[in-house]
């Protein structure tokens, strides 16, 4: 058909060319971000921030190869442009590299087919749904990997920590107690807050929390998890690890432990949210085991963000 020559296509329209370079970047971060959710480790939010910012880059030899194969890129397939060179041919990946870097004068053509309205729509429709999956691509992350189940447990009390800023299931009216962490290291002290809830005499669910200072995020949630149970483990008496876990709670960070602690066991998780670390810990004796509701205890767990 004569309508399918590409000189005869148009010259493309500044609002379609950019309509399409979006949607290439927003595909192709949603499906870098769904590939990671499969690696062997955690990668960190700040990681996630990084590649964002450096997405154009990153997306170039990505681009080059589309163009080089296909003569389009799937924004601009929505959109019909098409580039090619000057004989209507298509460009070698080389070529098309340079193209996408923006080196020197950009060689090959680009034009558009001539579309109706109702296509248009579509395309800026399926543009802004790009969009929108890029920026919540996190709670679609939790929808998919699905929230821990928070079954509530008769007769406890839903507490929400307004100071805190968290919300969780305690047996009763937790107590609080307030103390300041010396740390000489640093000539500074942090503000160590815990609330205790008891089950009965000697089985008990406790809530602690303190701000750390906002240059250690550069060392990551792993890292600062992992570094608080190790300070647990070896600075309280007669403690042993039994277990650690790396997991994640709704989109936080955690490390679930099982220690034993002075004959006592104490199952819990260490939850990064921002600067705030938060340890949810159940005190038990071995023998109460069966009486536990720490799962739900420790699943309840939510924080302001």
Excluded at 57 to 68: G, H, Q
Excluded at 122 to 134: E, H, K, N, R, V
Excluded at 149 to 156: H, I, L, M, R, Y
Excluded at 224 to 245: F, M, P, W, Y
Aim: with cysteine; charged share 20%; glycine share 6%.
């Amino acid at each position: 058909m004569i309508k399918d020559i590409f000189w005869l296509h148009k010259t493309p329209e500044f609002w379609s060319r950019l309509a399409a370079k979006i949607t290439d970047y927003a595909l192709f971060y949603i499906v870098s971000a769904f590939i990671s959710w499969f690696f062997p480790f955690y990668i960190e939010e700040f990681y996630y921030v990084i590649f964002a910012l450096l997405l154009p880059l990153f997306w170039m030899p990505v681009e080059a190869l589309c163009i080089a194969k296909w003569g389009t890129t799937p924004g601009k397939k929505l959109f019909g442009l098409q580039v090619r060179n000057h004989l209507g041919g298509k460009l070698p990946y080389w070529i098309s590299l340079k193209r996408s870097s923006f080196i020197g004068v950009r060689p090959g053509v680009i034009k558009q087919k001539t579309f109706g309205w109702k296509r248009k729509l579509t395309g800026f429709a399926l543009c802004f749904i790009s969009i929108f999956g890029a920026v919540f691509e996190q709670e679609f992350s939790d929808f998919s990997t699905g929230f821990q189940s928070e079954k509530t447990v008769e007769g406890w009390v839903n507490y929400t920590s307004e100071h805190g800023g968290f919300r969780v299931i305690f047996p009763t009216d937790p107590q609080e107690e307030k103390k300041l962490i010396p740390l000489p290291e640093h000539n500074r002290t942090l503000n160590y807050n815990e609330l205790k809830s008891y089950q009965d005499k000697k089985v008990y669910y406790s809530v602690s929390y303190m701000k750390l200072p906002r240059k250690w995020k550069l060392a990551g949630s792993s890292r600062i998890l992992q570094g608080a149970l190790d300070g647990i483990v070896e600075h309280s008496d007669d403690t042993k690890l039994v277990s650690k876990q790396f997991s994640k709670h709704k989109s936080y960070r955690t490390l679930d432990f099982h220690i034993s602690q002075k004959g006592e066991d104490v199952q819990g998780r260490l939850i990064m949210v921002g600067t705030t670390l938060y340890r949810l810990t159940v005190t038990y004796p071995p023998s109460l085991a069966h009486q536990l509701q720490h799962k739900e205890f420790l699943d309840s767990f939510d924080a302001d963000t």
